[in-house]
């Protein structure tokens, strides 16, 4: 049913910025709730930033402060803001939603943070 297609990760210095993009299709991209998460490689994928179809956020303590989730309904995309990037931000980062008691992920992309 549905697909998610991250992009915008890429190579940058700490302390610098990327913006996340993730593109919904298949579904009622306005009543889904969405979320970003991270995996870094050998270990556990986590949640990073949540927002819900009312636009409520959420964040992990680790992100809080640097990253913000938004969405635009109309270009049926979600996004992930980071800012004063840090090295152990380097992860593959996923886009995620939950719709009928169904998770679909995206493809995943990668950021990497130079110190």
């Known amino acids: 049913q549905v697909q998610l297609v991250e992009s915008g990760g890429g190579l940058v210095q700490a302390g610098g910025s990327l913006r996340l993009s993730c593109a919904a299709s298949?579904?009622?991209?306005?009543?889904?709730?969405m979320a970003w998460y991270r995996q870094v490689k050998g270990k556990q994928r986590e949640p990073v930033a949540s927002?819900?179809?009312?636009?409520?956020?959420g964040y992990a303590d680790s992100v809080k402060g640097r990253f913000t989730i938004s969405r635009d309904n109309a270009k049926n995309t979600v996004y992930l803001q980071m800012n004063s990037l840090k090295p152990e931000d380097t992860a593959v980062y996923y886009c995620?939603?939950?719709?009928?008691?169904?998770?679909?992920w995206g493809q995943g992309t990668q950021v990497t943070v130079s110190s």
């Open positions: 927002i819900t179809s009312g636009d409520i956020t």
């Open positions: 298949g579904s009622d991209f306005s009543k889904n709730p």
């Open positions: 995620n939603t939950y719709v009928r008691y169904t998770l679909y």
